[in-house]
């Protein structure tokens, strides 16, 4: 009875498994099948080095909105992955018990905030913040990182945490016997040794940064054109498709799927570039 539990959930997890990887390959033709021969019409320079978006005179450039996603979650990362590396590391190796007991739900809270719930927060508090302090309309690349930095704090933190504390105890004390200090064994033993988990949260903040949709369309200007510094808005790869998919008919629904073609790519050269590191760092 034992031995046919078994293969049946063996079977479940098979199937399940299945479904996951043909729901990938499936969204990978719809994009490809729709998205390549609308490039192809545009040309493939046009649509990549154009930096003029006008649906109306059918031009389609997108190099402005990929400048614009770059900008964008570049700047998420400089402010998220300094913080959400350092808070995992003081939860793991020195919060309180009795502080960890709040901190750590308050991280999964954060976690579990629609998007639309923080790009409120950015059009009401940082935007004006930013307007305050930096000048300008406040709509700006450097509002938008801020608030992607904020929202992917929460993977960061999580993955990184795990990573550290599934470091071998005997790591920690080793650098202790050898006469390191508390603070000395955690940077020079532990996070060395955590390297890897912490790279797949940095991995994984970076997707959430640059498919993030309706925070950065709330705070980012959503201006098509190629930035012209921090305090510019700009318009992203998926604000792009978002704002301009539920009208779009044509040459024109072909171009924004194949903008969606351009993002799946860069998320995958993203991911196998990580990957690559990742592994000569295991070797």
Known sequence: MAKIKE???????????????????????????????????IGLRNFLLGTTWKPSMEVFGILPMIMGSFY????????????????????????????????KPCINLMAGIPSVVYGFFGLCVMVPMTRELFGGDGNSILTASFLLGIMILPTIIGVSETAIRAVPEKYYQGALALGATHER?????????????????VILGVGRAIGETMAVIM?????????????????????????????????????????????FVFILMINLICSTIKGREDK
Do not use: W
Request: glycine share 10%; charged share 10%.
């Open 219 to 263: 705070v980012a200007g959503n201006q098509p054109r190629m930035p012209k510094g921090i305090l510019a808005g700009v318009r992203t790869l998926t604000a792009n498709i978002v704002q301009e998919m539920g009208y779009a008919q044509g040459l024109h629904r072909d171009a924004l799927i194949a903008t969606g073609v351009v993002l």
């Open 185 to 201: 064994s955690v940077f020079l033993t532990v996070l060395p040794a955590a390297k890897s988990g912490i790279l797949a949260g």
């Open 72 to 103: 964008v979650t570049a700047g998420a990362l400089i402010v998220g992955v300094p913080v959400g590396i350092l808070t995992a590391t003081f939860m793991a190796k020195f919060c309180p018990p009795q502080l960890y007991k709040v901190l």
């Open 7 to 41: 293969k049946v959930m063996e079977i479940i997890f098979a199937f399940t498994a299945c479904v996951s990887i043909l729901s990938v390959i499936l969204i990978c033709i719809f994009l490809f099948v729709n998205g390549v021969p609308a490039i192809e019409k």
